[in-house]
């Protein structure tokens, strides 16, 4: 081939790869829960991740787990720790740490299907690291979305693919035998 062919080839190829990387891994999709045995909250954000989480654990006769700042949201809407809902602080308190904890808690309490309630713009990143640690037929993850804004912006995009490409490389939420709950990282 010609220098300038391979000049337009190479380019086109590796656009259309990142293209297609962007729309798999970081555009923000629910998935259709599948008769969860729970619902987590992960933390964060505001109000709207605990309201859906609570909506979804009453529509599928779940137990709900509330993550972190999730906690102080879910009793302001009635739902109380080790009463109504099952309550943890992750270790590092990141969606990785949220991954590693509802891992053991599954493994612990035979959980086969788990829901995850975040917001909008962090489907992407939490399915990629709970599918990690669970699996990808264990985890169906939905986004609640802040009234009157956009589901995402520019800015939270470039910080989501950071994670994605974190979470795939550096920074996985699980080493090891993914998809049974294992975590022998350090």
Same mark, same amino acid.
């Given at each position: ?5 391979? $000049?337009?080839?190479? *380019? ?20 259709? *829960? ?8 992960? @933390? =964060? $954000? ?27 949201? =879910? %009793?302001?809407? =009635? ?5 109504? $809902? ?6 590092? %308190? +990141? +969606? ?11 493994? %612990? ?10 917001? /909008? ?30 589901? +995402? ?9 950071? =994670?994605?490409? /974190? ?5 996985? /939420?699980?080493? @090891?035998? %993914? ?8």
């Amino acid at each position: 081939m010609t220098t300038w062919l391979w $000049a337009v080839v190479v *380019p086109v190829v590796v656009l259309a790869a990142l293209s297609t990387a962007f729309v798999v891994y970081l555009l923000p999709t629910d998935d259709v *829960p599948r008769d969860p045995d729970v619902v987590v909250v992960l @933390g =964060g $954000a505001g109000a709207e991740r605990a309201e859906l989480g609570i909506e979804l654990a009453e529509r599928y006769d779940a137990d709900l787990v509330l993550s972190s700042s999730a906690a102080a949201f =879910g %009793e302001r809407q =009635g739902r109380t720790c080790r009463v109504d $809902a099952i309550c943890f602080e992750p270790v590092p %308190e +990141t +969606t990785r740490g949220e991954a590693r904890g509802v891992a053991r808690m599954a493994e %612990e309490r035979g959980w086969n299907h788990i829901t995850v309630a975040t917001s /909008a713009f962090h489907t992407s990143r939490s399915r990629f690291l709970f599918r990690q640690c669970l699996g990808p037929d264990r985890v169906s993850v939905v986004g609640a979305r802040r009234d009157g804004r956009p589901a +995402t912006s520019p800015r939270l995009l470039l910080r989501e693919g950071a =994670g994605v490409l /974190a979470g795939a490389t550096i920074q996985r /939420a699980c080493w @090891g035998q %993914e998809g049974n709950g294992a975590d022998t990282a350090s």
